[in-house]
């Protein structure tokens, strides 16, 4: 993982010197190569268990397949880019490079040892976010989203240090393993009330970054005025990211006073699956709706965190695989139809089956693995949660949460209906989508996944 | 670990009350006892000018500016904090040894593709 985050910095340099080339047909080939490299060096550190830097990251196979979602999100993403940028003058390296330092942060959140790189990789994650949140410079919508995403980011970032220098305060040390020795410690002695005051403001830090109620305000203007390449990418890399961040802070650190946390986490669990679902349902844009549906599926993963069992952490994996490449297939469908008939609203998706039957049938196959239909990953993923909160004794959790699938197949089978049984109004509209190759490739490869994981499930979580 | 007591922060609340202590003082001072002694001579439409120099003011602030002033000025903030990371090392530079140094050679070539980057996207050009 050491030398992953090395190449990737690397790369992420070698890229913006890539644009000053005559020819950018080379751009997008080789920064995949380059992606694929990382995700090779990744992966030789399966099944083992190392400490870097003076014990400031460790690798052991949870984070190595936390890392490859994130690398693999990142590679299915980038394809996307093909035809996304009409303009000749568009700093596409820039670009490419700006994601790639946003990988290497997000890698930097699933293998920290030491709170100092928690907050390291989550910056460079949020200031990528920022720049490209704003890259659509002609668009005040953009500007709007990147102003608004770096207000409420920087003052939750604030928030976030202001818990760790608690955490220092109380403990004298910023390492995982250092918190988890005082808290045991303190279980006996009495905490001091730094200790509790530090981890709720860190809680807010990360939860903010993870679009949880009551930290989620932002989400829906931001992903929207957000170019949607990029929305795909901060739905899926920094959301997977961020919940293997939360996950390993509270099992590795706080297992110990899990009686004081659970509660809160329980409570905005809650809150998010409550207002993410029920405020999908009032959406007339697919897009502001997939940006409820990933408030509410960060409801979902909370479960999981708060149940903290044995099996947790293989299910906060599987749920962020299947959700992320349900996710991926709906903006790269959106990307399509919005740049072919000119809307982001359900409507424009009416017909859509008759001319484009591939595009429909793997925007259906994502909106049932998004809504937990069984034959998809996304149906497994919530089975594997619901049993850990079963497990754990969580029922009121659970009964929110299965009512809340049940709101959420109304709102994400809206589309359904509208490519499936509306017809097209005008003739405008019913023009064929020409699919190009690249979005093909992604959406054959994310539909496939989607569906393998709901067939064949065990592939994945025996390893965990 | 060294153990501080409450008391041990009194400097910084006393620097805290003599900074509000002067701010309120001059603040008391200039609009209410100034004005009293001075009467009518205080007010006018030259003395509230904005005064700059001695050169008259005009229009708006708020007006484009280039954007190459704002580049500059940023480059000029990234290349000010470098010479921050060098004269530490520079006055540490035997007992930093040769590890040191590699770990400043790794620093400039950074430091150095960035304005290798920026030169070749023509930042510094003025015309």
Same mark, same amino acid.
């Given at each position: ?40 060096? +990744?992966?030789?550190? =399966?099944? /083992? ?45 820039? &670009? ?33 976010? &920022? ?5 659509? @410079? ?29 955490? $220092? ?6 390492? !995982? ?7 045991? +410690? ?36 931001? &992903? ?5 390449? #990029? ?7 920094? /959301? ?8 390993? *802070? ?11 946390? =659970? ?15 029920? +405020? ?21 993963? !909370? ?15 599987? $749920? ?28 424009? #998706? ?69 490519? $499936? ?12 989508? *020409? ?27 025996? $390893?965990? | ?7 041990? &922060? ?14 309120? +003082? ?7 006892? *100034?004005?009293? %002694? #001075? ?11 904005? =005064?700059?120099?001695? %050169? ?11 954007? @190459? ?16 990371? !060098? ?22 070539? !950074? ?17």
């Amino acid at each position: 993982m050491f030398y992953s985050v090395v190449l990737l910095s690397i790369f992420g340099i070698l890229n913006l010197f890539l644009g000053f080339l005559k020819s950018r047909a080379w751009l997008l080939p080789v920064t995949l190569l380059f992606l694929a490299t990382a995700l090779v060096v +990744t992966l030789t550190d =399966w099944n /083992k268990s190392l400490f870097f830097w003076n014990y400031m990251m460790s690798t052991d196979n949870v984070s190595v397949a936390f890392a490859t979602i994130i690398i693999v999100s990142a590679m299915l993403i980038l394809p996307l880019s093909r035809f996304y940028f009409p303009n000749a003058a568009a700093p596409v390296p820039e &670009y490419y490079a700006i994601l790639l330092f946003s990988v290497v942060g997000a890698i930097l959140m699933v293998t920290y040892e030491n709170i100092i790189m928690l907050f390291l990789g989550l910056e460079t994650l949020s200031i990528a976010m &920022y720049i490209l949140a704003g890259s659509d @410079k002609r668009n005040p919508r953009s500007h709007e989203a990147a102003l608004k995403y770096f207000l409420m980011g920087a003052f939750a970032t604030g928030i976030l240090l202001f818990g760790v220098a608690m955490l $220092y305060g109380a403990t004298g040390t910023f390492n !995982l393993s250092g918190l988890a020795q005082y808290v045991r +410690t303190t279980l006996v002695n009495g905490a001091s009330p730094m200790l509790y005051l530090g981890l709720t403001l860190v809680l807010i830090g990360i939860l903010f970054k993870l679009s949880v109620a009551p930290f989620h305000f932002w989400t829906p203007d931001v &992903y929207d005025g957000t170019p949607t390449l #990029f929305t795909a990418f901060m739905a899926t890399v920094v /959301k997977t990211a961020g919940f293997a961040a939360l996950y390993k *802070i509270l099992s590795v650190s706080f297992t110990g006073i899990y009686s004081v946390w =659970w509660i809160t986490l329980a409570a905005t669990s809650v809150l998010t699956l409550l207002i993410g679902n029920i +405020t999908a349902v009032y959406q007339q844009s697919f897009k502001r709706m997939l940006a409820y549906s990933s408030i509410s599926h960060a409801g979902y993963l !909370l479960i999981a965190v708060t149940a903290m069992g044995q099996t947790s952490q293989s299910s906060i994996l599987f $749920y962020s695989l299947a959700y992320t490449l349900a996710t991926i297939t709906s903006f790269a469908v959106l990307i399509l139809v919005n740049e072919n008939r000119a809307g982001e609203s359900f409507s424009a #998706f009416n017909g859509l089956a008759r001319h484009n039957p591939f595009l429909a049938f793997a925007l259906t196959v994502a909106m049932c693995s998004l809504a937990g239909i069984p034959l998809t990953g996304g149906f497994f993923g919530k089975f594997y949660i619901f049993i850990n909160a079963l497990e754990k004794g969580l029922l009121f959790l659970l009964v929110v949460a299965v009512l809340m699938s049940a709101v959420g197949i109304y709102y994400y089978f809206r589309v359904v209906i509208a490519m $499936y049984m509306r017809g097209s109004d005008d003739n405008a509209v019913a023009d064929r989508i *020409i699919v190009p190759k690249s979005y093909a490739a992604v959406l054959a490869i994310t539909t496939f996944l989607t569906i393998l994981l709901g067939v064949a499930p065990d592939l994945l979580v025996r $390893y965990f | 670990m060294q153990q501080y007591l409450p008391s041990d &922060y009194l400097p910084i609340i006393v620097q805290l009350v003599l900074a509000l202590g002067f701010v309120a +003082t001059t603040m008391l001072a200039t609009n209410y006892i *100034i004005p009293k %002694i #001075f009467r009518n001579r205080v007010h006018g439409k030259v003395k509230d000018d904005t =005064w700059e120099c001695g %050169i008259e003011p005009q229009g708006d602030a708020r007006t484009p500016i280039s954007i @190459k002033y704002f580049l500059t000025a940023i480059l000029f903030v990234l290349f000010d904090v470098e010479i921050i990371f !060098l004269y530490p090392w520079a006055v540490n530079f035997r007992s930093l040894g040769w590890l040191g140094f590699a770990e400043m050679i790794v620093f400039m070539t !950074l430091l150095m593709a960035g304005f290798f980057y920026v030169i070749r996207k023509g930042v510094l050009n003025w015309d």
